[in-house]
T-cell receptor
Framework: AQKITQTQPGMFVQEKEAVTLDCTYDTSDQSYGLFWYKQPSSGEMIFLIYQGSYDEQNATEGRYSLNFQKARKSANLVISASQLGDSAMYFCAMREGFQGAQKLVFGQGTRLTINP | DGGITQSPKYLFRKEGQNVTLSCEQNLNHDAMYWYRQDPGQGLRLIYYSQIVNDFQKGDIAEGYSVSREKKESFPLTVTSAQKNPTAFYLC??????????????FGQGTRLTVV
């Protein structure tokens, strides 16, 4: 079964608009961490934001915020005031497991295109 | 500068040959990971290691092997048993130690092509 599901293969947004990228996850662990990464066409992976399962407040990092709904097992990324440079693949990821065997698994990704 | 170095950037392999992809980090991280990425797809976990001399299979380990003899090195061997090895391979590391909130740092990747 998919641990991380990103249901939007592609998104097209006008510059300066806000955009929400969806991510749902599946785990039976109480302790887990959720991450978002950006992958430009160059292939590098850029860490954007983190949310812990016990964090009561939604994480924010500059223009990025994470809409964490624990009961629904969703961790959507919100990018405010989008810019042309935001065009990239975006991946949601989850770290789970016991101390000695923690996995970090990724979703299929969403390709975001910002139009001028 | 601290970071993760993957080499080579591009690699061509003949069918039936084994090939080893290098991954070295100087971040003093305990945990290391190998992922495979196919065009337009997500990252799939091949192997991961939380500590020296220990590693676990990920979701697509068949046809691959790894070793973790040193903390800073986690080489991946793509064997002839891997039926479709052409892909982009990414290595990552994180602090480990059971910490949930530490991000993984990635190398620049190796693009493997079977010819």
């Amino acid at each position: 079964a998919q641990k991380i599901t990103q249901t939007q293969p592609g998104m097209f947004v006008q510059e300066k608009e806000a955009v929400t990228l969806d991510c749902t996850y599946d785990t039976s662990d109480q302790s887990y961490g959720l991450f978002w990464y950006k992958q430009p066409s160059s292939g590098e992976m850029i860490f954007l934001i983190y949310q812990g399962s016990y964090d009561e407040q939604n994480a924010t990092e500059g223009r990025y915020s994470l809409n964490f709904q624990k009961a629904r097992k969703s961790a959507n990324l919100v990018i405010s005031a989008s810019q042309l440079g935001d065009s990239a693949m975006y991946f949601c990821a989850m770290r789970e497991g016991f101390q000695g065997a923690q996995k970090l698994v990724f979703g299929q990704g969403t390709r975001l295109t910002i139009n001028p | 500068d601290g970071g993760i170095t993957q080499s080579p950037k591009y690699l061509f392999r003949k069918e039936g040959q084994n090939v080893t992809l290098s991954c070295e980090q100087n971040l003093n991280h305990d945990a290391m990971y190998w992922y495979r990425q196919d065009p337009g797809q997500g990252l799939r976990l091949i192997y991961y290691s939380q500590i020296v001399n220990d590693f676990q299979k990920g979701d697509i380990a068949e046809g691959y092997s790894v070793s973790r003899e040193k903390k800073e090195s986690f080489p991946l061997t793509v064997t002839s048993a891997q039926k479709n090895p052409t892909a982009f391979y990414l290595c990552a590391s994180s602090i480990g130690g059971g910490l949930m909130n530490t991000e993984a740092f990635f190398g620049q990747g190796t693009r493997l092509t079977v010819v």
